[in-house]
Each structure stands twice: as structure tokens, then as C-alpha cells.
């Protein structure tokens, strides 16, 4: 019987997640299957997996083939590398102890740069929290600023119509013309009588 290790659907529509497990080959997708493995959740940031190792690597070491998906992810645990070492202590390359060690490395190293991911992400969060923050603060005040602008010009036009309804006299402009008219002709009539003399 060909076993695959693959992906099992389930969740909602829009937002799926899945079980990884063993399965006879000719099974459907969604159907009956050998052992549950693991899960994995693609809807967070960085995406949940988690994964019996030691399970993986025994159906692996019976034959399993995992399919392209299920060898990034099984890949991206370590499950993998587990296997290539077991195989090594197996020909007597390599001790079981030096071999938990090397695996113990790659996952501290994986853990880091994972953490770091993370942490990377929480301050593009905060970083995008704060510009827009920024943003409708300047907004908020330039909104203010036309506010009282508006609130100015109308108090200045009441004001003034208020002056008018006071009957407070506004300065006559043609009073001012009649008079600069007057000088005028006088200057032009004074011009004129030294003309003739």
C-alpha cells in the first residue's frame, strides 16, 4: 500500500487550515487516513506549524512519500534533517548523541532566526501604527486650523453687520471724493485767473 504524508483540509471558507498526516495514497483528500501527524495554520504571520517529529520521521523511514507542499513544510521543521541523520547513525557514520546534537543545533538556529522574524514584524506593526497615528494627528489639526479660520471670518462679518445695524456711521467715501473734487476746481480756477494775467 503506497503511503503519501499530505495535507488534510479543514476550517471555514477563506480561512483554512490543515492536519498533516499519512494516508494510503488512493484515499481522497479529505477522507479516511493512517495517523494524524501534525497541523499546520497558514492564516497567521509567521504560519503555525506543529509537528510530531519522531512520528514523521518513521513514516519516512517506512517508505512514505510526502508530497511537495508537505516536504517544505516537513523540511521546515527539521523532520528532514532528523531523517538524513538517522540514516547516517544507521551506516555508523555518525553516534546517536552526535547526531541529537547536530539536530539540536540547526533547531536553536531555526528558532532564532524564527524569533527574529517575529519581533521584525511587531515593529513594522508598531512603526505602521505610528505614521498613521502621525497622520490623523496633522489631519485632525489642519481639520482645526480651517475651523477656526471659518469661525474667525464669520465672527468678523458679524461684527461688521452689526456696526451697520448699530447705525454706526461708516466712513463716507463720498463726502472725501466731493471734497478732493472741490480742491480740484478750486486749483483749476486759480490756475486758470493767473493764466490770463
Do not use: C
Amino acid at each position: 500500500m503506497p503511503v503519501k504524508i499530505r495535507l488534510q483540509r479543514h476550517g471555514k471558507k477563506g480561512k483554512p487550515f490543515y492536519w498533516i498526516i499519512a494516508a494510503d495514497a488512493r484515499a481522497p483528500r479529505d477522507g479516511k487516513y493512517l495517523e494524524k501527524i501534525g497541523i499546520y495554520n497558514p492564516n497567521t504571520n509567521p504560519a503555525t506549524i506543529e509537528m510530531d517529529v519522531d512520528g514523521a520521521v518513521k513514516w519516512l523511514q517506512n517508505g512514505a512519500q510526502p508530497t511537495d507542499t508537505a516536504r517544505a513544510i516537513l523540511s521546515y521543521k527539521g523532520v528532514l534533517l532528523k531523517h538524513h541523520l538517522a540514516g547516517g547513525v544507521r551506516k555508523g557514520a555518525l553516534t546517536e548523541e552526535q547526531a541529537e546534537e547536530k539536530f539540536q543545533a540547526w533547531l536553536e538556529e531555526k528558532e532564532g532566526k524564527v524569533t527574529a522574524k517575529k519581533e521584525g514584524l511587531s515593529k513594522e506593526q508598531e512603526a505602521e501604527k505610528k505614521k498613521a497615528l502621525d497622520a490623523e494627528k496633522e489631519a485632525n489639526a489642519k481639520r482645526e486650523a480651517e475651523a477656526n479660520a471659518a469661525a474667525e471670518a464669520e465672527a468678523a462679518a458679524n461684527d461688521a453687520a452689526a456696526k451697520t445695524e448699530e447705525g454706526e456711521p461708516e466712513a463716507d467715501l463720498s463726502n472725501e471724493v466731493d471734497a478732493q473734487t472741490a480742491e480740484e476746481a478750486k486749483a483749476d480756477e486759480k490756475q486758470a485767473g493767473e493764466n490770463m494775467k
